[in-house]
């Protein structure tokens, strides 16, 4: 699962990879792990998209879709959900000094 996080998996596809059910992987999976496998598997994406924010001048478009989100919105909608800021917000804090830089508008 962690070398998959920008594609689209189904937990009936990973249940079906290990042979079980669908219900009865997601029951050992939650078991072992604490969490459901789809809470874990967005909780790595999210991972994933800090690494890239403090670490990249990537858009966060670029950082969506590499991270397996369907658009930008999608990731900023989940990212504040989990996170409780921004990615721009966050990226802006990670970076501190080093001074990201901010666009500003023409008249």
Same mark, same amino acid.
């Given at each position: ?14 249940? +079906? ?18 969490? $459901? ?27 969506? &879709? ?15 959900? +989990? ?10 804090? $990670?970076?501190?000094?080093?001074? &990201? ?7």
């Amino acid at each position: 699962m962690s070398a998959n996080l920008g594609e689209t998996i189904a937990i009936s596809d990973l249940a +079906r990879s290990c042979r079980l059910s669908m219900s009865y992987f997601v029951r050992a999976f939650t078991n072992t792990v604490g969490i $459901a496998p789809y809470t874990w598997f967005i909780g790595q994406r999210i991972i994933l998209a800090k690494d890239l924010l403090a670490e990249s001048h990537y858009p966060l478009a670029e950082i969506a &879709l590499e991270c397996g989100f369907a658009d930008q919105s999608h990731f900023t909608n989940t990212f504040v959900r +989990r996170v409780g800021t921004t990615p721009l917000q966050w990226r802006r804090a $990670a970076w501190g000094d080093r001074s &990201l830089p901010r666009r500003t508008r023409s008249k």
